[in-house]
Each structure stands twice: as C-alpha cells, then as structure tokens.
C-alpha cells in the first residue's frame, strides 16, 4: 500500500518554473514506477511522464519535452517534476501515481495502469 501526497503547486505567470513534488509512504516506494498526469478543466485525465523503479529511466510527452523534467530520491520516497517555460496550457491539476511494477517497458501511459494516486495539486499560468 502506497500513499501519495503533491505538494508545490501554484499560481504563476507564463514562463515561470515550478517544481512539484509526491511524497510516497511504504517501504516500497523504490519498487514502483512513478508518473505524473494533469488534468485541465473539462478535459480527461492526461499522462505527462514516468520514471523507473530506479531513475535510471524516464519518458516525456512530447509537448513537456524539453520543458519538463522528472526525477525521483528513493531515499526521500519523493519523486519530483521539474516545470520550466511553463504555458497557460499547462494549466491543470497534477497527479502522481505509482504503478506496483518494476518493468519500465512498455512504458506506461495510461491511467488505469496506475494502482495509487495522490490527490493532486493544482497549477496555474497566467498568459
């Protein structure tokens, strides 16, 4: 069982940075693959990018490439995504999941493939 808390959500203006972060509890938090999704107003929830059990792997959706970056500290039980030049269409709720898996490929991109989730924190940019 993994419990999930985000943390570092905010209110800024287009090109900003954040960093948001998920505090995981359970000792086998290093065993999970992690991701963040976002959700908009209106519209599905939506896969942002994952990490590996051990952070030696990540993958980005193509419109966070190059802006976005996540990372995690198994000896923290955080994983973190770094948002740089942020957009007003990156205005969402952030979620972070953990998947009860060790397996990186295939990559995971689909919500229901996520056994926990945190309860989100909410970013806003401003144009």
């Known amino acids: 069982q993994v419990q999930l808390v985000e943390s570092g959500g905010g209110l800024l203006q287009a090109g900003g940075s954040l960093r948001l972060s998920c505090a995981a509890s359970?000792?086998?938090?290093?065993?999970?693959?992690m991701a963040w999704f976002r959700q908009a107003p209106g519209k599905e929830r939506e896969f942002v990018a994952t990490i590996s059990w051990s952070g030696n792997n990540s993958y980005c959706v193509e419109p966070v490439k190059g802006r976005f970056t996540i990372s995690r500290d198994n000896a923290k039980n955080t994983v973190y995504l770094q948002m740089n030049s942020l957009k007003p269409e990156d205005t969402a709720v952030y979620f972070c999941?953990?998947?009860?898996?060790?397996?990186?490929?295939?990559?995971?991109?689909?919500?229901?493939?996520?056994?926990?989730w945190g309860q989100g924190t909410q970013v806003t940019v401003s144009s």
């Open positions: 359970g000792r086998t938090f290093s065993t999970y693959t």
């Open positions: 999941a953990a998947a009860d898996t060790i397996a990186f490929k295939p990559v995971l991109t689909t919500a229901t493939r996520y056994d926990y």
